[in-house]
Nanobody, 121 residues
Framework: QVQLVESGGGLVQPGGARTLSCATS????????MRWYRQAPGKERELVAA???????NYADSVKGRFTISRDNAKNTVYLQMNSLKPEDTAVYYC???????????????WGQGTQVTVSS
């Protein structure tokens, strides 16, 4: 059973930085796309950043130049480095991975449980 566990959330002051991690456990044959989403109170979940093999990254306009997504293929882990944080970045952040659990399987999309990031002074 594949599971995703996010960590790194918390309270940070405006202008500060935070790094989120999404670690995996269970049987994994390969991982294709790795993504970070976020959902602020009263708003829809939005795609923040995505990274696809070998290392192509895409970002929402609202975070370009401030956030960096990266992956460690050896650890099956994805990171989100967030710099110059703003109050409007406050949200629950979710990782989302396209995983092939076994060579015989298809590709399935998995979600983490979410980690709260609050940007406030």
């Amino acid at each position: 059973q594949v599971q995703l566990v996010e960590s790194g959330g918390g309270l940070v002051q405006p202008g500060g930085a935070r790094t989120l991690s999404c670690a995996t456990s269970g049987s994994i044959f390969s991982i294709n796309a790795m993504r970070w989403y976020r959902q602020a109170p009263g708003k829809e979940r939005e795609l923040v950043a995505a990274i696809t093999p070998p290392n192509r990254a895409n970002y929402a306009d609202s975070v370009k130049g401030r956030f960096t997504i990266s992956r460690d293929n050896a650890k099956n882990t994805v990171y989100l480095q967030m710099n110059s944080l703003k109050p409007e970045d406050t949200a629950v952040y979710y990782c989302n991975l396209d995983i092939k659990p076994d060579w015989r399987d298809g590709v399935y999309t998995y979600w983490g449980q979410g980690t709260q990031v609050t940007v406030s002074s």
